[in-house]
């Protein structure tokens, strides 16, 4: 069942792990072709695809529209009974013979996918002159299926298209039908159709299918948080792979995944596993599969054990791609309630109980219970380990001789697959990586037309290079990225492992592809004397060689952007280029290269070295020339030391001492698109001279120091330091810093630092995800990119990309400025329509610490870690997740000297206040709803810093007259505005594409507005324009106001609307026409439905004309509010219960609201120290307001001197608050 390759033990390993707990295969009746729910039957021989067959049994069921008509001329279509049955009437009545009428099933496609034929039944009623032409489409490239203008016989006659002869391979999962007709002279013609149907063919058996009983992570524990493990065996007799092998529950079918990627024969049958939470409740599910060929199997429903909600949810996390046996070990385990049985096991792959033991609690991280176990002595290489404890059991885990050695191959596996105008099966050889890349990756070689000049004259071939990210786009700020994956050769040249040749081509991999860098960047030394320019990416989520025709000088080439210097990008050209020229150089001399290519290689080198030269002189004479893209300067440093390493040329070195000496810890930052500076003060060490090695020296200690006390901030192997971009971004980067830092100076505490973040990439992070594609029992889904066809589809399931690490945890939810902190959630890129980059986001930058750290850790065995001695300077409060308002103290231990807090450029000292440190701020300036960070730090007795950093972020003031809420000014403010994204024409009711635009223009000096437009098709037409997909929070709000005008064109209309998804309400009422001058609206929302959820607001508008022609309005600070009215409620006999206390004791703020008018408040809250907290009232039956009522928070409060406030506001008169009162003191 599995064949034996290259990899040996580790296929084997890989089949264990993906496997989850060992089962019992249990073999369950299979039929052919049975469906069950509503999921859509699998394509087979026996299920045909009826996209529609005129009598609404198809999968579109309405009128097909006449959507255009080319030189005049009408068209018309209708359902009629002919012969006995239903069937389409597609007519025309054209103005001469050049008349042509277009009709289009509106603008639905149809999944084609798993089916080979396309099929028309049609018959010409007795009209001669009567033509059809049909085309199909994918988006991207039209087909021909009738031949141009085709006539119909009288009789019913079946045309069938073979789609997989069509060339270019056509995308089959959204095909796009348009019907043509014409006449060959002036007159009426009809042509009728019957049925469009999918078919595919009967050869061979049908595939059969045996299940394993369902497994889980928690034995007789079933809740919302178990994963359950289903398993099934495929099996072939003609040793077909499957096009699809599904587990379906739920009314949707998942794709299960190979448990043994290496496996190929079917026919002896095949391992697929899917890992899943289940819903409340008992879920019945069943497997299926098709071979494209023959009747699908699926197997007999069976029923999950019942699952209950649970308010204790345990989650054991582990390093799903193992631990090396004498690496750091350890597991971490959270949980939503404090846990009285902290005991815990350790099992090998026989469920045999190895060790036993008791967690160490290390208190609430980020909302949870955080405990810790170490297993330092567990090193008997084995499969399947799990830990264990309060019914919960890991993910099961590897402990082998050296696990990254394992991963080497997926990690250049991701850059290959990146690399630009190649087909992807040229770049990945079959087997290249033991995880293979998802099928529908694959894509022919891709903008062989890269690039033209910005006047569209000149074409140049600037092909080749890597793709920054998903979007496809060459960027001068990556080109770097060859030297770091050369260096990781380079600084490990004395082992084995680095020297690895999977496409065997006698060059190891890591300098073949700082070659196919190089050349890249040989390609602008030569054309452009050294100048480095971005090639943009301008497509959508589609195949690279669909986005161009690959034909040079066409106007869809991709333009040179020669009108932005990327300075920078020279600088890292000529370090990558002089990297790449000293390992090939190297390679000769190591013997780690074939005598038959010294020649060719040795050519290569001197090539690479002239255009080094090129490009470091053009980075030299240009380094204050604007515009350019970037900071020159912090890539300068590492060209100066590549080139003296290649050339020894010593003016070289003695620029890069007077760059290193120059520089302080400020001047330090990861190395990734931000600075080069670390990894060429690392790479210059070991021969600067005496002094300069003293000062990098320090520098680098100061980078450790703050890379290993940002990590100490929590108990996971992160560095505490989220934003708006995924954490794994600047994480990975630091950690490929701490590789050459540990590579350089053997620091053992440097190493475990490595380990633990590590563990934090491939799995031990609360959300129990490897955020490495195709790594890990559990690994991301959705990459954001346009690899993935499908990636906008809800149906869609993902890509693998071999080695891909995504950017990971954000600050907040992307869609949700309410979220929690810090949040990530594995979502495909339709659900996110603007912002998934942010946190699915992978980049061959964001890759390369993580290819450097898996090469330099393969190299390492039996070396040993330590825990740093730094002081953990901890922050107290606020802590991530907290809204905070006007002045905010930040407190933090004692425990490392005097600590500081840097506002601006400068450190500041804190207050030492009772039993805590102190500093106090003012967030009043700040925009609501933004996350920040700021940084402090202490000191050791040695002077050696330890850093800690505090997120916060700024909440909204309340919901009074005062304070309205502005949703967009266009003019980059307000919730939406502030985004950075248009409005956009989504739909046109009764009308054709883009009927609508929307953009932001001048009106008065210094101000933007909204300028939205219709030319509609027929008076019947309306444009419906939205802010994307994304809802807001409008709660606490009664009136929608906007500024409006009309320029000049009568005829348009308005009309506004308001909705959470399910209810929807009419601002306007209907129809309005728009003033010609600027116009104050203001719409009341109180009579919308009570049920209506403001806090998922959409804002809908729509334009049509009362007559057909162009019309367009302005619109300008659309906000909403309230308007004050009458008496300001009070709050009064605000107090705490104890004025002293400790960490532990719960302390409770009260307060009465009071309001003559009998309003309710909108909210009550207790103001502590800056932090705003929601209080609960006392009596949920007490309604009277009048006479007061009593509100209560009951909280635990941080080391310190406190102080509070209580705030509140009824909407109709501005917030009121209590004086602020000094207290609790807690030590």
Do not use: C
Not at 116 to 134: S, T
Not at 1035 to 1047: C, E, S, T
Request: charged share 15%; aromatic share 12%; net charge negative.
């Amino acid at each position: 069942m599995t064949s034996v390759t290259r990899i040996g033990e580790r296929a084997k390993k890989f089949l264990l792990i993906g496997l989850g707990l060992a089962v019992v295969l249990q073999a369950l009746v299979w039929a052919p072709a049975t469906t069950y729910a509503a999921v859509k039957p699998l394509p087979d021989p026996n299920t045909p695809l009826i996209f529609d067959d005129f009598d609404n049994n198809g999968e579109f069921k309405q009128a097909w529209q006449n959507w255009y008509n080319q030189s005049g001329g009408t068209g018309t279509f209708s359902k009629v009974t002919v012969d006995t049955f239903k069937v389409g009437k597609f007519a025309q009545t054209p103005t001469s013979s050049a008349s042509l009428a277009k009709f289009e099933p509106w603008h639905q496609t149809v999944d084609l996918s798993g089916y080979r034929y396309l099929n028309f039944r049609m018959k010409n009623p007795g009209y001669p002159n009567a033509r059809i032409r049909i085309v199909i489409n994918d988006g991207y490239k039209n087909y021909d299926m009738t031949g141009g203008f085709a006539a119909i016989p009288t009789t019913w006659t079946d045309t069938q298209i073979d789609l997989d002869a069509l060339s270019p391979k056509i995308n089959k999962k959204r095909i796009r039908f348009e019907v043509w007709l014409k006449q060959t002279a002036t007159g009426y013609g009809e042509i009728l159709m019957d049925h469009i149907t999918g078919t595919t063919d009967n050869t061979g058996s049908s595939p059969t299918l045996s299940a394993a009983p369902l497994t889980s992570n928690s034995g007789t524990i079933n809740n919302q948080n178990t994963t359950y493990t289903f398993k099934a065996t495929y099996t072939d007799a003609d040793n077909n792979k499957p096009i699809a092998m599904q587990v379906v529950f739920g009314d949707k079918a998942y794709n299960m995944r190979e448990a043994d990627f290496t496996d190929t024969n079917y026919a002896d049958g095949k391992d697929y596993i899917y890992l899943s939470k289940l819903p409340v409740g008992t879920t019945s599910y069943y497997f299926r599969a098709a071979d494209g060929s023959s009747p699908a199997a699926t197997t007999t429903p069976q029923s999950s054990p019942t699952v209950a909600q649970s308010s204790n949810i345990v989650d054991v996390l582990v390093s799903q791609v193992g631990y090396g046996a004498n690496d750091y070990k350890n597991a971490i385990i959270t949980s939503t309630t404090f846990l009285s049985d902290t005991s815990y096991q350790i099992l090998d792959g026989s469920n045999t109980s190895l060790h036993s033991g008791h967690m160490t609690y290390k208190g609430m991280t980020w909302g949870k219970y955080v405990y810790v176990v170490e297993f330092p002595n567990i090193k008997t290489i084995g499969d399947n380990y799990t830990i264990k404890t309060n019914g919960i059991s890991s993910f099961p885990f590897p402990i082998t001789d050296n696990v990254w050695d394992d991963y080497k191959d997926e990690m250049t596996a991701f850059y290959r697959i990146q690399r630009a105008s190649v087909a992807t099966s040229d770049a990945y050889p079959p087997g290249y990586s033991t995880i293979p890349p998802s099928d529908k990756v694959f894509h022919p070689a891709g903008h062989l037309d890269d690039a033209i000049s910005l006047d569209g004259t000149t074409s140049y071939n600037l092909t080749g290079g890597h793709y920054d990210a998903g979007d496809y786009g060459k960027y001068g700020a990556n080109q770097w990225v060859g030297a770091e994956i050369v260096l990781a050769y380079l600084r490990n040249v004395d082992s084995p492992s680095v020297k690895f040749d999977n496409d065997n081509n006698d060059i190891p991999d890591l300098i073949d592809e700082a070659m196919f860098a190089s050349d890249y960047l040989v390609k602008f030394a030569n054309l452009f004397d050294g100048a480095m320019y971005n090639i943009s990416h301008h497509g959508a989520f589609v195949h690279p060689n669909k986005e161009t025709d690959g034909i040079p000088g066409n106007s869809d080439d991709r333009k040179l952007r020669t009108d932005v210097l990327s300075v920078e990008g020279s600088g890292k050209g000529a370090a990558t280029l002089a990297a790449t020229a000293r390992a090939i150089r190297t390679a000769i001399a190591e013997g780690d290269v074939p005598t038959s290519l010294i020649t060719d290689l040795t050519a290569s080198a001197n090539e690479y070295e002239a255009a080094a030269i090129t490009m470091y002189d053009f980075m030299a004479a240009n380094l204050t020339t604007t515009p350019q893209h970037g900071d020159p300067n912090k890539s300068k440093i590492f060209a100066d030391v590549e080139m003296y390493l290649l050339t020894n040329d010593v003016a070289y070195k003695n620029a890069a001492t007077a760059a290193a000496s120059a520089l302080t810890f400020d001047d330090l930052s990861s190395t990734a698109y931000w600075s080069m500076r670390p990894i060429a003060l690392a790479e210059f060490y070991p021969v600067a001279d005496t002094a300069t090695q003293a000062h990098i020296k320090n520098l680098l200690d100061q980078q450790f120091h703050y890379v290993l006390s940002l990590m100490d901030d929590t108990p996971y192997g992160v560095m505490n330091q989220f934003s708006n971009f995924g954490v794994n971004e600047p994480l990975m980067s630091y950690i490929g810093d701490m590789m050459r830092y540990y590579e350089l100076f053997g620091d053992p505490d440097t190493l475990r630092v490595i380990q633990r973040a590590m563990y934090w990439v491939y799995g031990q992070n609360p959300w129990n995800i490897s955020w490495v594609s195709g790594i890990g029992s559990d690994y991301v889904d959705f990459l954001h990119t346009r690899l993935d066809e499908e990636a906008g589809n809800s149906a869609g399931q993902g890509v693998v990309i071999p080695g891909a690490m995504v950017s990971g945890a954000n600050i907040k939810n992307t869609k949700d400025f309410y979220s929690i902190s810090p949040w990530y959630e594995d979502r495909y890129q339709g659900a996110d329509n603007m912002n998934q980059w942010r946190y699915n986001e992978y980049s061959i930058n964001i890759q390369a610490g993580m290819l450097y750290t898996v090469m330099g850790l393969s190299t390492i065995n039996n070396a040993a870690t330590s825990p740093s001695n730094l002081p953990e300077l901890q922050v107290l409060s606020p802590i991530i997740g907290d809204y905070v308002r006007g002045d905010v103290t930040v407190f933090t231990s004692t425990n490392a000297g005097t600590p500081e807090v840097r506002t601006g450029g400068a450190y500041v000292p804190m207050t030492l206040d009772g039993a805590a440190y102190k500093y106090t701020f003012d967030t009043s300036a700040l925009n609501p709803l933004s996350n920040h960070i700021m940084r402090i730090r202490g000191n050791d007795t040695s002077g050696n810093y330890s850093f800690s950093h505090m997120h916060y972020t700024v909440a909204r003031p309340l919901p009074d007259p005062s304070h309205p809420l502005l949703f967009d000014n266009f003019d980059g403010k307000g919730v939406w505005g502030s985004i950075g994204h248009h409005w956009v024409n989504w739909w046109n009711q009764n009308g054709g594409n883009n009927e609508g635009t929307f953009s932001k223009v001048l009106d008065t000096p210094g101000n933007n507005v909204g300028k939205f437009t219709q030319n509609p098709s027929q008076t019947s037409s309306e444009a419906r324009f939205q802010h994307w997909n994304e809802s807001f929070n409008v709660d606490g709000y009664r009136y929608v106001n906007m500024k409006v005008k009309n320029p000049n064109h009568p005829n348009l209309r308005l009309k506004v609307s308001i909705s959470d998804g399910t209810n929807s309400y009419s601002l306007t009422g209907g129809w309005i026409s728009i003033p010609t001058t600027w116009t104050d609206l203001q719409f009341d929302t109180s009579a919308a439905p009570a049920n209506m959820n403001r806090k998922k607001a959409v804002l809908t508008i729509w334009l049509k004309q009362t007559v057909k022609g162009y019309g367009e309005m302005f619109m300008d600070d659309f906000q909403f509010t309230n308007t004050a009215s009458g008496t300001a409620p009070t709050l009064t006999a605000g107090s705490v219960s104890a004025a002293t206390g400790n960490s532990q004791t719960n302390f409770t703020f009260n307060v009465t609201y009071t309001d003559s008018d009998n309003q309710a408040p909108y909210v009550v809250e207790a103001v502590i120290d800056g932090v705003v907290r929601q209080m609960v009232e006392v009596n949920a039956s007490d309604t009277n307001y009048a006479d007061g009522k009593a509100y209560r928070l009951v909280t635990r409060l941080s080391k310190g001197i406190h102080s509070y406030y209580f705030t509140t506001t009824d909407k109709t008169s501005d917030a009121v608050s209590t004086t602020v009162a000094t207290g609790p003191s807690v030590s």
